[in-house]
């Protein structure tokens, strides 16, 4: 049975106990509404460690006040019965008050990568999502901490900040899940009208369109992206933030190909910002 705690000192009793007994540890940082991207984070993390927590903490400081904070679905009791079904040993469910008490006042940047891609439409995000990602490790103190490829630039900024302050998880990193239309598993999903969770899958097979025009037809990086962007809005997205091709480790634009090259596109469709990305060649 899944143990779920809200206190410090809840989680502080739990670890200290199975470090007692040697056990290593996966933390799993989520904002809650799970799916079946998350349950592939709860599985890899079963092949790393011995004990798993899985965070469900909706992070205010990663949403600029006009964002969707509010509307974000919201699903705890679903969302602890699936933990439960994954054998998760704890679901950590912290107040805002205890993640960020009243004199709160640390921010963490990482102004190369953030203020790229999304980081350039979203600025306050990422420093949200570095700090509490920060806090979650340094209060459980994890040896494993597993995120999904869907988010590929909140990837990128985790492990660079996990190794430039040495905190101590190895971060795992898991594939993007899909429906069977190649749609992205994503909690924002649900924004999507049925007129318009039949257009969503376009923004992959986009993506693999690009890929194939590079690769196969060798064409023009530059050509073939602008291609993509009017294609997409043909189909019905309504804006496109980017489509770009970039150095997936510096996450910097790149008009040629290259072996770690990883295409990213996010784009609108109604109320509904969604983010995808595919590297460039399929075995890297
Ligand atoms: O990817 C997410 O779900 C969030 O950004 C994270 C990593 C849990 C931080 O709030």
């Known amino acids: 049975m899944t143990n779920v ?59 600029a006040p006009q964002e969707d904070l509010a509307n974000y679905p919201h699903t705890p009791d679903k969302d ?59 209060l459980t103190r994890p040896d494993y901490a597993v995120f999904g490829e869907k988010d590929f630039q909140q990837l990128q900024l985790i492990r660079r900040m996990t190794s430039d302050l040495a905190l101590s998880p190895t971060i795992v990193a898991v594939p993007t899940v899909r429906e069977a239309d190649g749609l992205a598993v994503s909690s924002r999903n649900l924004y999507l009208s049925a007129h318009q969770r039949r257009i969503a899958p376009h923004l ?31 189909h019905g997205f309504n804006s496109i933030d980017y489509m770009t091709l970039c150095d997936e480790t510096t996450l910097a634009p790149i008009d040629k190909p290259q072996t770690n090259a990883r295409l990213f596109a996010a784009a609108y469709l109604g109320q509904a910002r969604l983010i995808d990305n595919l590297a460039l060649y399929e075995d890297h």
């Open 204 to 234: 992959y097979t986009t993506l693999h369109h690009i890929r194939n025009r590079i690769i196969n037809d060798k064409a023009n990086v530059t050509d073939a992206l602008s291609d993509a962007q009017k294609s997409l809005q043909q």
């Open 5 to 63: 705690i809200d206190t410090l000192s809840g989680l502080t009793r739990q670890l200290e106990e199975w470090r007692h007994q040697h056990h290593s540890i996966a933390l799993i940082p989520t904002l809650g509404c799970l799916h079946d991207g998350h349950r592939a984070l709860m599985r890899a993390a079963q092949d790393k460690a011995d004990k798993r927590i899985l965070s469900i903490f909706l992070n205010p400081t990663q949403f």
């Open 80 to 138: 602890k019965a699936l933990a439960d079904k994954e054998g998760i040993d704890v679901v950590f469910m912290p107040s805002v008050a205890t993640m960020y008490p009243p004199d709160f006042c640390t921010q963490i940047t990482l102004p190369e990568l953030s203020n790229r891609l999304c980081g350039q439409h979203r600025p306050h995000h990422f420093p949200g999502v570095l700090t509490v990602v920060a806090r979650l490790f340094q």
